[in-house]
């Protein structure tokens, strides 16, 4: 090739290099469906933005408007509310409005999900007669029970922040979410994004006795294959439950969750069952579990655990918790704030990883420890960050290594719930790519900082 060509050439490339990045592009799509036992099987993370899951839905799609009376064919023909029946490989377009409780019924085909999607200015469907002032408000249910499998909520978008706040901005609130396989129920491979889940947001230090909400997250007995993601779990429960239920689950994803104001006993935890392959991810933990106490009365009074199993454990496998933040400002002592297997009667923990989470402002020294992976082989507790809790950070597992007591303030604004890191900590154990990010997405270095996040100059 010539001078003259190659650089003819060149400059071509560099034209279409130059197209590419100025064409405009959607915010990347999700839809995540579960495959026969291995987990959930997931697309791209959503950005932190707005998230559709409608896109390649099989049989149309579906409009509801608060309001409306027409056929749901699109949004000026708009259904008032939720079809009685809806057809698999349906997405179901909600404005903004009150839509009331509602059980998800629909017999499963297959791998085939229903979908129902919060509308937005850049996520509407296909349908004519959109209008801004469609989405600009919040899609509020009642309870939504689940009693068939492969069903997937998205409600697009949340606020983003780095502090721990209230829930703000999320497309979709629902009071409770449910499944119990006792009643029938079967959840499997079911998939929740952008939720605000639970009561009336209260930072209140100790709800009152006559408290007797039950949990916000109720999928007990076996449902499988689950995933929730940007999700919001707050201001439930009661003394002898907890914020959420989750009986012998397995594969179960919790990415980017923040769990708070729990009024019961526990935070998301399995009692008197086990607990497989749980994956707890750059989530956050601000009082999940704050029992009424003894002056209540009943059997359960007392605060057991922030996630894990408490009471008679069955099979306790795989389960992981990185990345993430437990902050408790209640006096009542817990018994720990990650707890996996028991030691009387059983069984033991296998396989438990406790990777990169920040333990912070706790009062009261746990009862048992922070971590706890009861006997056992395989359990492992790295780089994790303790500062401002009373007397030294406990730890139970096989393997520990790395983990760091600060001796001062190490936080951006500990103040106001910031804890991204001001300092460097490195001096961290080099794990595998699986957790070399952080929950803002920054690489870890090579020689990481202990807690949650990386520092970052």
Not at 9 to 30: D, E, K, M, S, Y
Not at 166 to 180: E, I, K
Not at 314 to 340: H, I, L
């Amino acid at each position: 090739m010539t001078q003259r060509s190659l650089a003819s050439f060149l400059g071509l490339l560099l034209v279409a290099l130059v197209a590419f990045a100025q064409t405009p592009r959607a915010p990347a799509n999700l839809l995540v469906i579960a495959s026969g036992g291995g987990g959930p099987v997931e697309e791209p993370e959503p950005p932190a933005g707005v998230s559709n899951s409608c896109e390649g839905v099989t049989s149309g799609n579906y409009y509801v408007r608060d309001g409306a009376s027409g056929a749901g064919t699109n949004w000026t023909d708009a259904a008032d509310g939720i079809p009685a029946s809806i057809t698999r490989g349906t997405c179901v377009w909600f404005a903004e409005g009150t839509y009331g409780s509602y059980t998800f019924d629909d017999n499963a085909s297959s791998t085939t999900v229903i979908v129902f999607q919060k509308a937005t200015d850049e996520f509407h469907g296909p349908g004519s007669g959109w209008l801004s002032s469609y989405g600009d408000g919040q899609t509020i249910f009642g309870e939504i029970n689940v009693t068939d499998p492969y069903f997937v909520m998205n409600g697009a978008r949340r606020t983003e922040t780095t502090r721990m706040e209230a829930p703000a901005g999320y497309g979709f609130r629902v009071s409770a979410l449910s499944a119990n396989s006792g009643n029938g129920d079967n959840a499997d491979n079911s998939s929740f994004y952008y939720l605000d889940i639970g009561g009336t947001w209260s930072e209140e230090t100790s709800p009152t006795c006559a408290n007797t909400d039950g949990p916000a997250l109720y999928f007990v007995f076996n449902q499988n294959n689950l995933h929730f993601e940007r999700v919001a779990i707050h201001n439930r429960g009661s003394n002898n439950n907890a914020l959420g239920m989750m009986h012998g689950s397995t594969d179960v994803v919790w990415d980017h969750v923040d769990m708070y104001m729990g009024w019961g006993k526990a935070g998301i935890a399995t009692p008197n069952s086990g607990q497989q392959r749980h994956i707890y991810r750059y989530s956050r933990f601000w009082n999940s579990a704050r029992s009424e106490g003894t002056s209540c009365g009943g059997s359960g009074a007392g605060k057991t655990t922030f996630i894990g199993t408490y009471s008679w454990a069955g099979t306790t496998d795989g389960n992981e918790v990185y990345g993430s933040v437990f902050y408790d400002d209640n006096v009542e002592q817990a018994n720990a704030y990650v707890n996996f297997g028991e030691v009387t009667p059983g069984p033991d923990s296998t396989n438990g990883k406790a990777f990169h989470n920040t333990f912070v402002g706790m009062s009261e020294s746990p009862a048992v420890a922070h971590i706890v992976f009861y006997g056992g082989s395989g359990n492992e507790a790295r780089n994790n960050l303790f500062y401002d809790i009373a007397g030294s950070a406990v730890i139970t597992a096989n393997t520990t290594s790395n983990n760091v007591t600060a001796m001062s303030d190490p936080f951006v604004d500990y103040a106001n719930l910031d804890f991204r890191l001001d300092t460097d900590l490195n001096g961290g154990a080099n794990l595998s790519s699986e957790y070399d990010t952080d929950p803002a997405g920054n690489a870890r270095a090579s020689t990481p900082d202990a807690g949650a996040y990386e520092y970052v100059p």
